[in-house]
């Protein structure tokens, strides 16, 4: 399958598209942008088991995504019964479920060779009574941060139009993942502006967040006047997915099994 080389503006534009997916039907992206924030709350709550199904469910939760996406596009009304409809299909969730195990696989092999190599200096900063000594391990861990990094951006690569392939188009894993990879390494730059631009835009919430700190307001107060802002973010991060697979693999191909809302409420072509 042939991936479209585009150019290094197509970072920003994907960002530009998702903004106008969002202001289509704002209240439905921004009600998943809680629902995806309160799931990983929860997870959060289950040390371990809860964040590891959180990665093995990311392949799905990305399908409900560009589908969500998807009827936004078309002009349909996104009801409440749309939102679980892609995982009836029983040969998209069969192959979801394995392209999540095989992700969940990569992330934990990826933080074994991250870690492994930085072994002696973490456990350096143990003493031998147990006690942790913080500053030793900030910095003892900078070195596994920094390589599962890298990576993680190589995993991610290999993921990131997987989903849309495994569940739209039935194709199989392996294939799924290696057009995915090349589809990203054939538009690394404007991936790498996709990147860099969300990380400055998370930045600046992140700045603004200790900017209402330092205007004397508590760090709870801070908190809850963001929250409204950070969820915003969130949703029109999940609308920009669907331009950037629309745009490499082209319209045609991602309308050859178009959704069609099997919802008899769902009212034809709603704005």
């Given amino acids: ?5 585009l150019p290094y503006s197509a970072g920003w534009q994907w960002i530009n598209d998702g903004i106008q997916l969002f202001k289509r039907q704002p209240m439905a992206m921004f009600f998943w942008s809680l629902v995806t924030g309160l799931l990983i709350t929860i997870t959060y709550l289950i040390p371990l088991f809860g964040q590891m199904a959180l990665i093995a469910a990311m392949p799905s939760l990305t399908f409900i995504t560009l589908n969500a996406c998807r009827h936004i596009e078309a002009g349909r009304q996104i009801m409440p019964g749309m ?21 969940l696989a990569c992330c934990l092999l990826g933080g074994l060779i991250a ?12 003493n031998t009574d147990g006690r942790i000594d913080e500053a030793a391990l900030l910095q003892a861990v900078q070195g596994p941060f920094i390589t599962f990094a890298v990576i ?13 392939l495994v569940g739209w188009h039935h194709i199989r894993m392996t294939q799924a993942l290696f057009f995915s990879m090349v589809a990203c390494w054939r ?7 996709y990147g860099v631009s969300w990380a400055v835009i998370f930045l600046g919430a992140q700045f603004a967040d200790g900017f209402l700190m330092q205007l004397g307001l508590s760090a709870a107060t801070a908190q809850l006047l963001m ?15 669907y331009p950037t ?24 072509n709603a704005g």
């Fill in 1 to 5: 399958m042939q991936a479209a080389i």
């Fill in 83 to 103: 939102w679980l409809a892609p995982m009836r299909d029983a040969v998209a969730r069969k192959g979801l479920f394995r392209l999540g195990l095989a992700y």
């Fill in 115 to 126: 870690t492994v190599p930085f072994l002696d200096s973490l456990m350096a900063a143990v």
């Fill in 152 to 164: 993680y951006v190589l995993i991610s690569a290999f993921f990131w139009h997987a989903p849309a």
């Fill in 187 to 193: 538009n690394k730059w404007p991936f790498l502006l």
């Fill in 227 to 241: 929250t409204p802002v950070n969820l915003l973010i969130a949703a029109v991060l999940y609308c920009s997915f």
């Fill in 245 to 268: 697979y629309m745009s490499v693999f082209g319209n045609n191909y991602a309308r050859q099994n178009d959704p069609t809302p099997t919802d008899e409420h769902t009212p034809p």
